[in-house]
């Protein structure tokens, strides 16, 4: 069964998806989130929109802000005219406390949502041909995740207002849905918002943290964290917005997000394991270590490997500084157990090390809860 929303895209009539198909995927995340309480909450949206979502936000644009230089600038509440990597973090910060006031979601708000997160950003050419509210020029969307697909226009400039305007009465009308048909709504409006492409810049971030906006509106608390969910997947994720894109089927989007949105609540409930075995909270960089952890592949485990995986989503540092930075302090709290070495070397006379996880935590854990884990595959057998 398809549903068709009231959004009309320019070459297929009506966006729609397959009811029918998604429903054995929404009934999967209704029920883990039924039974996972904490995550109900507004204190857990406000935790999650600090700091890692600002990460993954920008993330999900190839850019790589370490948690450390996150903390330093929301902490100081600084902005340096010289440096951008300061601008787009402070931006993102001031966006998420702008959405947290509930305000309604309407032309209006969203101008000023847009100032706050595109401040200092733009260029002179994208400030000087904007109109009132949106573009006024054509713009051309390369994907660097797609360096093999033509550039995307938007929509043209004098039908912007139109389409933005079906799009905020779609955010508007009936919102009495449960926790994941307001989910399934949110990622609508997130694509949609892509679709449309109103603005030069800042498309992407905006679009998603209006999808955040109205989850928090929705009080839909638990998937605040959908930037995560997309952060270590992002060709996938380009791939289904131009699939939905050439097709006006939105149903692989949707799919897409309703997966790994559980995937990330699953690892939020693995953290939550470990907060508890060790009696103390992790600090950001130690959860950050152990969700790449979690995206390694197969189940042995180096100091390299683990660096290899920090390099892809940070400023590059060597394996060495890693271990002493990042991995050290699992370690201190037996979290991370060394094993051994490899024959390969950290830096001269200093050995990969082998490592495994507390197999004592890996016994605690309710595997019902995180089942796309595979968890598993971290025990030694005996």
């Not at 200092?120 to 949106?134: F, K, Q, R, V, W």
Request: glycine share 2%; net charge positive; proline share 3%.
């Amino acid at each position: 069964m398809y549903n068709y929303l009231p959004l009309k895209t320019k070459n297929h009539g009506s966006l729609c998806y397959n009811a029918s198909y998604l429903e054995a995927y929404k009934e999967t995340l209704a029920s883990y989130i039924e039974e996972e309480k904490e995550i109900n909450t507004l204190k857990f949206a406000k935790k999650m929109l600090k700091n890692q979502e600002i990460k993954t936000n920008n993330l999900i644009e190839g850019i790589t802000d370490d948690l450390s230089i996150i903390e330093e600038v929301i902490k100081h509440q600084r902005r340096k005219e010289t440096l951008e990597e300061e601008k787009r973090i402070l931006n993102l910060y001031r966006g998420y406390r702008y959405i947290l006031k509930e305000k309604e979601i309407n032309k209006e708000t969203l101008k000023e949502l847009y100032a706050l997160l595109s401040k200092d950003l733009l260029s002179s050419y994208d400030i000087t041909h904007m109109g009132p509210y949106y573009r006024a020029e054509d713009v051309y969307i390369f994907s660097k995740a797609r360096l093999d697909k033509d550039p995307y226009m938007g929509i043209s400039p004098n039908e912007v207002e139109i389409y933005m305007d079906m799009l905020l009465s779609y955010i508007n009308e009936n919102n009495n849905d449960n926790k994941i048909d307001t989910f399934i709504k949110a990622q609508i409006i997130h694509y949609f918002f892509v679709y449309i492409h109103p603005y030069f810049d800042v498309n992407g971030r905006t679009s998603r943290t209006t999808a955040i906006w109205y989850l928090i509106k929705n009080k839909s608390y638990p998937f605040v964290i959908m930037n995560r969910a997309i952060s270590f997947k992002r060709r996938e994720y380009i791939d289904n917005i131009i699939k939905t894109r050439e097709s006006g089927n939105i149903t692989l989007f949707l799919k897409f997000m309703l997966t790994n949105v559980l995937y990330s609540l699953e690892e939020e409930n693995f953290l939550l394991t470990i907060s508890k075995f060790i009696n103390s909270e992790l600090s950001l960089e130690e959860r950050q270590m152990l969700e790449y952890l979690l995206h390694s592949k197969g189940s042995e485990l180096t100091v390299k490997d683990l660096a290899f995986i920090y390099n892809v989503y940070n400023k590059r540092k060597r394996p060495y500084n890693i271990y002493e930075e990042q991995v050290i302090p699992l370690i201190n709290k037996n979290i991370l157990i060394p094993k051994g070495t490899t024959n390969s070397l950290l830096k001269k006379g200093k050995p990969n090390i082998r490592l495994v996880l507390n197999q004592e935590i890996l016994r605690s854990i309710n595997y019902d809860s995180v089942k796309d884990l595979k968890l598993e595959r971290f025990l030694i057998k005996k």
